[in-house]
């Protein structure tokens, strides 16, 4: 017996039950599920049908509970049934009966539990996604598992999955990388607002021995180079690491690609097409507050330069125009902020953000040291990182 027979079997011991007893029978539910009881001494399945019909026919949950587990009884592959706490069924099924699952899996094979389900849907789903200024740590790890899993989950409902990491190579934060790495190639302390760490030291020693001019640069001119080859070093150094760890992606999708190919600007164009842009002191805004946000979200800076949140327009405009009817994005909790303006940015769009675009908040992961509490930082070096982990 599987587990959605063994539903059916319920829902029919609920008909019975409802007709016998004179209940108003359009209380059940449609379908209804079975479930693993944590605990094994349980039983092999559990159904709290009980507990959710109780109120809607005013019979006490553990009253309803006896009566179905009676009707229960009586169908054949099922040994038992028991009644838990305030109205839980605990079912165990008979030798053959259970038997009968493995059956069923082993004559499926790979096709165990796939469906159609999601048929049709062109899903893109963007995980980890961390920037190219130190190793994947911890936290992005747990990303990488979950989001992996989750790709698979979808594809085995027919979903048309594209998984994807986000690399984040223009902007402040790789400038500061760049400049780190210089420094420390010149045998300088990391800048006030740079990044520490071993590895820093390392790809700085790597970028002079390809490049072993860049310190007879002017500052400028090392600094690009730092910038070019270094993040090139970090990038594939994340690479092989998520490989080890059993994740590859679909697509590395690179944020100065935006840049370079003007899609900020198409993003910008678009946005004003459906009314929703404004000038304000000289800077380019975007009205997210019609659509819930706590506050307006400027675009373009009064200096002419994009902000971050430009560059998160243009690529999910990318992404919608790749032909992905929904945008999923695995975020880490430090991101929670981002929600309110996410969803009113694809509204701004023209898109429904409750269809379109789905956006997943993971828990921080919490490093302890001899018993005290560790801020995991790039910057001061102090990360567990994803090869450690391997």
Sequence with gaps: MTPAE?????????????????????????????????????????STLALQLSKKVGVPPRELAAALADQLGKAPGIKSVEIAGPGFLNIRLDAAAAGQLAKVIVEAGPEYGRSDALAGQKINLEFVSANPTGPVHIGGVRWAAVGDALSRLLRATGADVGTEYYFNDAGSQIDRFARSLLAAAAGQPAPEDGYGGAYIAEIAAE????????????????????????VELMFAEIK??????????????????????????????????????????????????????????????????????????AYYLDKRERGFERVVIMLGADHHGYLGRMKAMAACFGDDPEHNLEILIGQLVNLVRDGAPVRMSKRAGTVVTLEDLV
């Design 207 to 230: 970028v002079v021995e390809r490049r072993p001019d860049v310190l007879e640069l002017d500052d400028a001119a090392a600094q690009e180079v730092f910038r070019v080859e270094g």
């Design 240 to 313: 092989s690491s998520l490989r080890d760890f059993g994740v590859e992606f679909d697509t590395y999708f690179n944020e100065k690609d935006l840049h370079d190919r003007g899609e900020l600007d198409k993003a910008l164009d678009r946005l004003r097409e459906q009314g929703h842009l404004y000038e304000s002191e000289g800077a380019t805004w975007l009205r997210t507050t019609d659509f819930g946000d706590d506050k307006d979200r400027v675009l373009r800076k009064s200096n002419g330069e994009w902000t971050y949140f430009a560059a998160d327009c």
């Design 6 to 46: 063994l539903a059916e079997v319920v829902l029919a011991a609920a008909h019975a039950v409802f007709e016998d007893r004179g209940l108003d029978r359009s209380a059940l539910p449609a379908q209804t599920a079975v479930e693993r009881p944590r605990n094994p001494d349980h039983g092999d399945y559990a």
